[in-house]
């Protein structure tokens, strides 16, 4: 059973920054692809980055230039680098590892809270 924890989440300025883990038990980093999702009070999650396995990345366009998404497959380990953090990114961030057909893998997520 493979298991994602996310660490990092927390209170934080606006403008400011901060870096999100997500490790994972088993060595499927390189394989999968991996996903990083967020969820506001009363709103859909939302998928915020991910990278496959060729390491081609995704951003939603609120996000582009300011979220960098990256990973390390010798820690298992995949990374959400937020800077200029504005409130409206405020939500459960999650991390998700996805190799179709096959079961998906969610994390029980990091609170982000974004407040002066």
């Known amino acids: 059973q493979v298991q994602l924890v996310e660490s990092g989440g927390g209170l934080v300025q606006p403008g400011g920054s901060v870096r999100l883990s997500c490790a994972a038990s088993q060595t499927i980093i390189s394989i999968y692809n991996m996903g990083w999702y967020r969820q506001a009070p009363g709103k859909s999650r939302e998928l915020v980055a991910f990278?496959?396995?060729?390491?081609?990345?995704y951003y939603v366009d609120s996000v582009k230039g300011r979220f960098t998404i990256s990973k390390d497959s010798a820690k298992n380990t995949v990374y959400l680098q937020m800077n200029s953090l504005k409130p409206e990114d405020t939500a459960v961030y999650y991390c998700n590892a996805d190799l179709p057909p096959f079961k998906d893998y969610w994390g029980q997520g990091t609170q982000v809270t974004v407040s002066s």
């Open positions: 990278i496959n396995s060729g390491n081609y990345t």
